[in-house]
């Protein structure tokens, strides 16, 4: 099975700042990777698919990197309701997510 | 836009079977360009996914719940179904059901708003 593992957990941030978050997988997925939005009481939310390709509709704030075992999502600006919970998830080899990064003020 | 909604019961007694069906509204279950598909979150954990069915029934689970799970589709209702047998406490979670786009790589790129099934005497 691949492992997924997000950093941090969590994090306190402020409008305006840029966040980074991370995935690395135990092992190479090449750029299987997708990035999803949690809200309480929300449908979730597809932000970055294939590593790097941003969801229609989504803000260009939102953007995704890397390839093989290590990921990034970056907010460049972070808005009010930018703070949700952040989960990726890859799709190499059955479907699995990481344990998700929440974003709070 | 593409509208997905949950619907079964909320409490489910130990060692029974967990039913959930979802229903596809603003567009077709009928296409081959997607799976749809069912993941769990537990209180206070993270995401899990459950297993993915295509409009003709072909299905894959994640194996660590495969022996315990069907998921079937009904196109006449544009609807698919989860089951999962014996359940236990740990199976207490928000369900969500979702559409899988497959093509080189898979995602889910639409959501329901998800489901508390509680397992409680």
């Known amino acids: 099975d691949i492992q997924m593992t997000q950093s941090p957990s969590s994090l306190s941030a402020s409008i305006g700042d840029r966040v980074t978050i991370t995935c690395r997988a135990s092992q190479s997925i090449s750029s299987y990777l997708n990035w999803y939005q949690l809200k309480p009481g929300k449908a979730p939310k597809l932000l970055i698919y294939v590593a790097s390709n941003l969801q229609s509709g989504v803000p260009s704030r939102f953007s995704g990197s890397g390839s093989g075992t290590d990921f990034t999502l970056t907010i460049s600006s972070l808005q009010p309701e930018d703070f949700a919970t952040y989960y990726c998830q890859q799709t190499f080899s059955g479907l699995s997510f990481g344990g998700g990064t929440k974003v709070e003020i | 836009q593409l509208q997905l909604q949950e619907s079964g019961p909320g409490l489910v007694k130990p060692s029974e079977t967990l039913s959930l069906t979802c229903t596809v509204s603003?567009?077709?279950?009928?296409?081959?360009?997607?799976?749809w598909g069912w993941i769990r979150q537990p209180p206070g954990r993270g995401l899990e996914w459950i297993g993915s069915?295509?409009?003709?029934?072909?299905?894959y689970y994640n194996p660590s719940l495969k022996s315990r799970v069907t998921i079937s589709v009904d196109t006449s209702r544009n609807q698919f179904s989860l089951k999962v047998n014996s359940v236990a406490a740990a199976d207490t979670a928000v369900y969500y059901c979702?559409?899988?786009?497959?093509?080189?790589?898979?995602?889910?790129?639409?959501w329901g708003q998800g489901t508390l099934v509680t397992v409680s005497s």
């Open positions: 979702a559409r899988e786009a497959v093509a080189v790589a898979d995602w889910f790129d639409y």
């Open positions: 603003n567009g077709s279950i009928s296409s081959s360009s997607y799976y």
């Open positions: 069915v295509n409009y003709g029934g072909s299905t």
